[in-house]
């Protein structure tokens, strides 16, 4: 055990983060979200939501401050009207974003255009998140 490490990040998932260098990306996913499929390594944080391990995250591993937006959702597919445009979850982020430092709006991109994204990610944490479009990737910073 170490002080100040989120209890809900398992040693595995801290020490990918200690690996990830400048610009390296993570992706959160939703409990839809095909992990495993995108071949690339995945931790599992099952039984947990995806807005306790985005703030566990962001207390340990500092967001990009060199790109425009050094966060990105998945869009909801058009015509898909089971969520609003902009679902709820996303509101719960930029809250969780600004606590964290973090202002500047989350970029969208389509979903398959965020599935191949996510391809090159360094990791993908999968979650039990139950909400739709709860699919978040955040772009490494530099640790001061």
């Known amino acids: ?10 040693p595995d998932l ?9 610009g390296d990306e993570m992706v959160i996913g939703d409990g ?4 495993d499929s995108m071949g690339t390594r995945v ?14 995250v962001l207390e340990l591993m500092p967001l990009d401050p060199y790109v425009e937006k050094p ?7 058009p015509g898909d009207t089971s969520v609003p ?4 979850v996303w509101n719960i982020y930029q809250e969780i974003l600004a606590r964290h430092g973090h202002t500047i709006p989350s970029e969208r991109v389509e979903r398959f255009a965020f599935y191949e994204r996510a391809k090159k990610a360094f990791v993908i944490v999968a979650t ?12 490494k910073g530099i640790v001061k």
């Not at 839809?32 to 992990?35: E, S, T």
């Not at 931790?43 to 566990?56: I, K, Y």
């Not at 039990?128 to 772009?139: D, M």
């Open 1 to 10: 055990m170490l002080n100040k490490i989120p209890k809900i990040l398992p």
């Open 14 to 22: 801290v020490k990918i983060m200690m690996q990830m260098g400048h």
């Open 32 to 35: 839809n979200y095909p992990a």
């Open 43 to 56: 931790v599992r944080l099952d039984g947990h939501n995806v807005p306790e391990v985005l703030d566990a």
């Open 71 to 77: 966060t990105a959702l998945m869009e909801v597919v």
């Open 85 to 88: 445009a902009e679902p709820p």
């Open 128 to 139: 039990s998140e139950p909400r739709t479009y709860a699919n978040i990737i955040l772009k």
